[in-house]
């Protein structure tokens, strides 16, 4: 962190900092500090905080006109809700990032492509501050974006994982599961993704990782 107060590096979070960077962030933090000392290779990246999120919103003035949306959606029929959340996504997506949260994706990026290369590709990722809840997983309700290889084509893929937090599908299941839509806030994970083509990737799913990490 230090001169970047919106940025968080994997190797800094833990479990512990849920409410800052979210749960998926804050998970492979874990995983990081727990498996690296261990001999284990993991891919470096960042997280951008919830904080950012919420200056995004407090700079653009969007929070009034996302509850507006909000109450239409759900007095609303036929179809008309799905416009109500596509307006809401745009307003989000159209709002400029603040200055120096551009400026420090883009230095944290740079950061990662002094490490690894400038042919360096990453994922950027949602991470929620609600998910991964005993009864409520959101497993594909946000939008993540793969093979990002340009400053361009990160700052755009952030905003559009902020912007995905008032899809269609993620206003739904929040209603569906009584969820406050503005005590939901989003961070962003973005990580080295890992060449299958040169080497190998998988993906790895156990109930008793916390238990494993708690012991």
């Avoid at 109500?84 to 230095?107: F, G, H, M, Q, W």
């Avoid at 501050?129 to 290889?149: M, V």
């Avoid at 839509?181 to 080497?199: E, G, P, S």
Wanted: hydrophobic letters at 40%; glycine letters at 6%; charged letters at 25%.
């Amino acid at each position: 962190m230090g001169d970047r107060p919106y940025i968080h590096w994997l190797e800094e979070i833990s479990l512990d900092d849920i409410a800052d960077v979210g749960g998926k962030s804050a998970s492979l933090g874990e995983m990081y500090q727990s498996l690296v000392p261990r001999g284990i290779r993991i891919p470096k990246g960042f997280a951008v905080s919830v904080e950012a999120y919420r200056d995004l919103l407090d700079q653009a003035n969007a929070w009034k006109p996302l509850r507006e949306l909000l109450r239409y959606y759900a007095g609303s029929s036929d179809g008309q809700e799905i416009r109500a959340a596509e307006k809401a996504c745009t307003l989000i997506y159209e709002a400029e990032l603040p200055d120096e949260l551009d400026r420090e994706i883009v230095s944290s990026y740079v950061a990662l492509c002094e490490q690894y290369g400038p042919l360096l590709r990453v994922a950027v990722r949602r991470s929620a501050t609600a998910e991964d809840l005993p009864d409520a997983i959101f497993s594909g309700q946000y939008d993540r974006f793969l093979n990002i290889g340009d400053k361009e084509g990160l700052l755009d893929a952030c905003r559009s994982c902020f912007a995905s937090l008032f899809t269609e599908r993620a206003i739904s299941y929040r209603e569906h599961h009584g969820l406050d839509h503005f005590k939901v806030y989003l961070a962003i994970v973005v990580m080295k993704m890992v060449r299958a083509d040169l080497a190998a990737s998988g993906v790895m799913f156990t109930l008793a990782w916390k238990t494993a990490i708690a012991t």
